[in-house]
């Protein structure tokens, strides 16, 4: 019995004692793995981040550097004063209130009308529900090029050229990806709770409100933000239908920078990056939630 | 205080598949109705239809005299509990059960009250700031039944509640939604696969196969007298032998096995013309007792068998072995030491076997007691 006690522990030490080499040897294999894909990584990331650093040079440079030839990576003058004045060289304040404005109640129209929506597909059953989904669904193949004069013909006869109405009431009717998407996760509630609160005496709505609501927060933040980006990012719409200048939005303002015969690119790129920079503060911030509307768009969890 | 009346319920899917057909019930106050039977029996489809959470395709459902077949759920003024508990994972417990009440618009301090006391019942005084998910099964389930009470709902009604929980936690829960039903004498349905909780709970217990209700009574009824071969095999483990044979000369005849019929038995047997015919045989486990000497053997009604297999299960010992080229188990005390490969006398008590009807499955008995039984 001894013997065989002695030898099982030998062999214990043994192992023990050949561990750190073994492991050794795959840290830095490993290491080397991470230390390529380091470099692969950062090589793709410069590459897509060199627009983004031609923007921020640009806008730095005088007018004068910005038109040399060859062109300049880096500006030799850092004249930052461009910012100031580009801020002023048009109302922006007023501009930024206005797009703030029409962000804000678009994203409340997204969240809440396209949630409800989908609430209605994903758990109310009714007859042609899945006839009348394939239909909102099948509106995504549309272009949103080909209903723009017949929108504009619309607006135009409800006198709602100039305001800000055509750019924030579609909003509050729902759009058929945001409806996909925030119905896909609601089939992931189970029907159970739905089925418990109506025993216990709530409607639909309230359901809806008191349930529905909360538990899709996840899917929420991502129609949130990507209703956000739409409308901060809008140009078409506010080109479209705002002729005055106290409705332009910011995207309409830098359109200043723009002559017809000369663009001030410094300015132009200055105004454009303060105009990106909340778009850019906001994905920091809800990055996962970014990530997880294109996973739902893919039809994964 | 309710009394529930089902008359004639159908349901159909799709207009093709029929769930649940001709479905009668009725329901007196304070009774505790257990529905069971394999999965797809349609026993929690009845449950849906009594809900409002499935719409009845034919038939009449009242609950105190008053058809509800179109009243939405919410004004059934029941209570449910369901299977995964479908509790609200962003609330508290406390939340939870208040939630029907909040939505009755109840006063702030009755409700708080109502909650209280809920959760003193059932122990969840600690818990009521937690999440679900903070929670284990069996307390989950206390939530669950917890947010049923706190509303006093005419009728309540489970569907599998236990049936995610371990053994041990199962076992002692039944106990507990037996011991609140004594206190709080509301009506309940119960659903159920497990025939030991149907069993044990009931007051009464309707068993289902393919939507049409085998036999309703009693559990000890069920138990004695089952209907037909379906509820004789389902109600009871191990389940009832059944054995395929014939009667000839008061002995029922299995292969080449004899057995005596006891007069009485025979009596309505002859009477309703078996004598002579095939049929099934069916006696519980317990019924067959193990004989020591064989001198004992020769006085009784006793066959030799080979045992195959000998399971202890505690209590007792269940010996498997064939009546002919037919299986059979008996349930004997665990004290004797029977081992496989022996060769045992076997007795069957025959004052409990029934006889069933070998194309129909119906027990056939003696035609007076069919009016007391039905």
Redesign the interface.
């Known amino acids: 019995m001894e013997e065989v006690e002695m030898a099982a522990k030998k062999r214990d030490e043994e192992r023990v004692a050949s561990a750190p080499a073994y492991f050794d040897n795959i840290h830095t294999k490993r290491k080397l793995l991470s230390l390529i894909n380091f470099i692969l990584l950062a090589a793709g990331s410069l590459l897509i981040l060199s627009p983004i650093w031609w923007m921020i040079s640009t806008s730095l440079k005088s007018m004068a550097e910005v038109m040399t030839y060859p062109p300049t990576f880096y500006p030799h003058e850092w004249n930052w004063g461009n910012y100031i004045k580009t801020w002023k060289a048009a109302p922006f304040d007023t501009y930024a209130i206005n797009t703030i404005t029409i962000t804000m109640l678009v994203v409340i129209g997204s969240v809440l009308v396209n949630s409800f929506i989908a609430y209605g597909f994903a758990k109310v059953p009714f007859k042609g529900r899945g006839i009348l989904f394939a239909i909102v669904l099948s509106t995504m193949m549309i272009p949103g090029f080909v209903t723009l004069i017949p929108q504009y013909v619309l607006f135009s006869k409800l006198q709602w050229i100039n305001t800000y109405y055509p750019l924030v009431v579609p909003a509050f009717f729902g759009s058929a990806f945001f409806i996909f998407l925030l119905r896909q996760f609601y089939m992931t509630i189970?029907n159970?709770?739905i089925?418990?609160?109506?025993?216990?005496?709530?409607?639909h709505f309230?359901i809806w409100w008191?349930?529905g609501l909360?538990?899709t927060k996840p899917a929420l933040a991502t129609v949130a933000i990507f209703s956000f980006n739409g409308a901060w990012n809008d140009f078409l719409g506010p080109l479209l239908y705002l002729n005055d200048e106290n409705l332009y939005t910011l995207q309409l303002g830098l359109q200043v920078f723009k002559g017809e015969m000369n663009t001030q690119w410094n300015y132009l790129m200055a105004g454009s990056l303060l105009v990106l920079l909340p778009v850019i503060i906001l994905f920091f911030f809800f990055q996962k939630y970014f990530i997880q509307g294109i996973n739902l768009q893919s039809g994964g969890k | 205080m309710s009394k529930i009346v089902l008359k004639n319920v159908y349901k159909h899917f799709d207009k093709k598949v029929t769930a649940v057909s001709d479905f009668n019930l009725t329901v007196e106050d304070g009774e505790f109705i257990v529905l069971v039977g394999p999965s797809g029996c349609g026993k929690s489809t009845v449950l849906r239809m009594i809900?409002?959470?499935e719409e009845i395709s034919s038939g009449e459902f009242y609950i105190d005299g008053k058809l509800m077949n179109d009243v939405?759920?919410?004004s059934?003024d029941?209570?449910?509990v369901?299977?995964?508990y479908?509790l609200?994972?962003?609330m508290t417990v406390f939340d939870n059960m208040a939630?029907?009440l909040k939505?009755?618009k109840f006063q702030k301090d009755k409700i708080k009250k109502r909650v209280e006391e809920a959760a003193e019942l059932l122990g969840l005084e600690d818990l009521l700031h937690r999440k679900p998910k903070a929670l284990s099964g069996g307390q989950r389930q206390r939530v669950a039944l917890g947010?049923s009470i706190v509303?006093d709902a005419k009728l309540f009604l489970m569907d599998e509640p236990l049936s995610n929980l371990d053994a041990k936690l199962r076992f002692q829960m039944r106990a507990e939604i037996a011991k609140l039903h004594q206190r709080l004498k509301t009506t309940s349905i119960y659903v159920t696969h497990d025939q030991t909780e149907a069993m044990t709970m009931a007051s009464r217990i309707i068993i289902m196969k393919d939507g049409v209700i085998q036999q309703i009574g009693t559990p000890k009824d069920v138990y004695d007298n089952p209907e037909n071969t379906f509820v004789g095999g389902f109600i009871g483990s191990p389940s009832m032998n059944f054995f395929d044979g014939r009667i000839v000369n008061s002995q029922f005849i299995a292969d080449d096995v004899h057995i005596n019929i006891p007069e009485e038995k025979m009596a309505y047997l002859r009477e309703q013309g078996y004598a002579g015919k095939e049929l099934t045989m069916g006696i519980r486990p317990e019924h067959i007792h193990l004989l020591t000497g064989e001198e004992e053997a020769e006085l009784t009604n006793s066959i030799l068998s080979k045992i195959i297999v000998s399971e202890l299960t505690g209590a007792d010992t269940l010996l498997y072995s064939m009546l002919g080229t037919q299986e059979m188990i008996a349930e004997v005390e665990s004290r004797t030491n029977v081992t496989a490969g022996e060769d045992v006398y076997l007795t069957f008590n025959m004052d409990c076997a029934h006889f069933f009807d070998k194309e129909t499955g119906v027990r056939i008995r003696p035609e007076k007691s069919a009016v007391l039984v039905g």
């Open positions: 189970p159970e709770l089925e418990a609160a109506k025993i216990e005496g709530a409607s309230r008191t349930i909360p538990l | 809900a409002g959470l939405p759920p919410k059934r029941i209570a449910m369901f299977q995964n479908a609200y994972p962003h939630f029907g939505i009755r947010r509303r």
